[in-house]
C-alpha cells in the first residue's frame, strides 16, 4: 500500500516508516498539517497514519477537511490520549481506527491490514485466487503446497492485483502504490514487475492482462471480463 505518515516525532515517525516498508509499504512522511495537505495534492494514498497533536493544528482538522471534501482514504489516527472522549471523537470524525501513544509497532501493522481488509471486503488475513494464496500478516505467498519467494516490492504487487481483481488499473496508480516520491523509477518499472511477477508464480490460476492504453487487470482463471 501507499501510506502517508503524519507525525512530528522525527524518531517516531522513521520507526514507523522503517517498520512499515519492510513489510513492502511505501512511505511518505510528513511532520506538519502543512506537508500533509502538500503531499494528498499531489499523490494518491491508500492509507494515512495521522497523529493527533502536530505543530500547526490538529490531526482532526486534517481529517474533518478530507472527509469533508468526501475523499475515502483510510485513516488511522494516531494520540497520546488515553480518554474515551477523545477516541469517540477520532472515529465519529470519520478516522477508521485509533491507536494510543506508546505502542507496539507489531498493533500498528495489524491494525493497518485490519483497516485494509474492511475496506476491500475481507474476513481475514488471506487473500486468495486458485491455488494462490497470499497471508498479508506473514507476508507469505504460497502456490499450492509450494512457497513462492517474492521480493518486497513483488509481494506489494501481488496484493494490489490480488485486492482488486477484476479491475482495471491504470500503471500510473500501480506506479504510485509501489514507488515514493523520492525514488528515481519510470513507468517502465511497472512493465518490469509486472514481468518478474508473471514468471514466478507457478500457477495458471491468476492471469494478468496487459490492456495496451489502459493498464493491468487480474483475474482467476475463467472468470475474465472485458475491460
Not at 29 to 58: C, E, H, W, Y
Not at 113 to 139: K, S
Amino acid at each position: 500500500m501507499r501510506l502517508l505518515i503524519v507525525e512530528d516525532a522525527e524518531d517516531v515517525c522513521d520507526a514507523i516508516a522503517e517498520s512499515l516498508s519492510r513489510l513492502g509499504h511505501v512511505c511518505d512522511k510528513a511532520r506538519t498539517l502543512a506537508d500533509a495537505r502538500q503531499f494528498l495534492g499531489v499523490q494518491p494514498f491508500d492509507l494515512m497514519i495521522l497523529d493527533i497533536n502536530l505543530p500547526d493544528g490538529s490531526g482532526y482538522d486534517l481529517l474533518k477537511e478530507i472527509r469533508a471534501r468526501g475523499e475515502t482514504l483510510a485513516v488511522i489516527m494516531l494520540t497520546a490520549r488515553l480518554g474515551v472522549d477523545d477516541r469517540v471523537d477520532a472515529l465519529d470524525a470519520g478516522a477508521d481506527d485509533y491507536l494510543v501513544k506508546p505502542f507496539d509497532i507489531r498493533e500498528l501493522e495489524a491494525r493497518l491490514r485490519a483497516v485494509a481488509r474492511r475496506r476491500h471486503g475481507e474476513t481475514d488475513a488471506i487473500l486468495e485466487a486458485g491455488d494462490i494464496r497470499f497471508n498479508t500478516a506473514t507476508r507469505q505467498v504460497t502456490v499450492g503446497e509450494q512457497i513462492c519467494e517474492l521480493t518486497r516490492r513483488e509481494q506489494s504487487l501481488l496484493e494490489i492485483l490480488l485486492s482488486s481483481r477484476g479491475r482495471v488499473i491504470a500503471k500510473e496508480e500501480l506506479h504510485s502504490r509501489l514507488f515514493g516520491l523520492g525514488e528515481e523509477a519510470g513507468l517502465n518499472a511497472v512493465e518490469l514487475y509486472i514481468a518478474r511477477l508473471r514468471k514466478k508464480l507457478p500457477s495458471a490460476s491468476l492471469e494478468i492482462r496487459t490492456l495496451r492504453g489502459l493498464g493491468y487487470q487480474a483475474f482467476v482463471s475463467g472468470t475474465a471480463r472485458r475491460a
